[in-house]
């Protein structure tokens, strides 16, 4: 059962309220998978040690972290540079391509590079100047001359 730690009203507005799993564990002999705000390591470790919860969803955070998941598991902060990143969205478009379809991956990429832009302030400027792009061949050859 995975928990989000907050009411529908409460919506994407934090806090998450952790400690409601350490109360749900406590009634039940299901597993139990933890979530909401979990944006970096530290977080991570918070809701760990809150909900002594053994499993974790992480949505949003992934988006704007793809090394997220790494820092977690190797319980370091690696700095993460936006040559780092970089590479990974044009192979992110040709797989959002084979996927579905370019318009589908115009979009998706769009999403993505708009998530990238809250944790690397670079990449605001370059998803302002992708984001009216609409036809895929003229994304396509911006992104990858942008990159």
Not at 109 to 136: A, C, G, R
Request: some cysteine; glycine content about 2%; aromatic content about 12%.
């Amino acid at each position: 059962l995975t928990v989000h730690c907050r009411t529908k009203s409460d919506g994407y507005k934090p806090p998450a309220y952790w400690e409601w799993i350490a109360k749900i564990k406590e009634k039940t002999k299901i597993k139990i998978v933890a979530n909401g705000e979990i944006w970096n390591l530290e977080d991570y470790n918070k809701c760990k040690s809150i909900t002594q919860a053994e499993s974790f969803m992480i949505g949003r955070a992934a988006l704007r972290d793809p090394f997220l998941f790494q820092k977690i598991k190797k319980q370091t902060k690696p700095e993460v540079k936006l040559s780092d990143i970089k590479p990974l969205i044009p192979s992110f478009y040709d797989s959002s391509c084979l996927y579905r379809n370019e318009s589908f991956a115009v979009a998706r990429t769009k999403n993505w590079m708009k998530q990238l832009s809250y944790s690397y302030l670079e990449f605001h400027d370059i998803f302002e100047e992708v984001k009216v792009i609409t036809e895929p061949k003229d994304f396509k050859n911006r992104i990858e001359a942008l990159l």
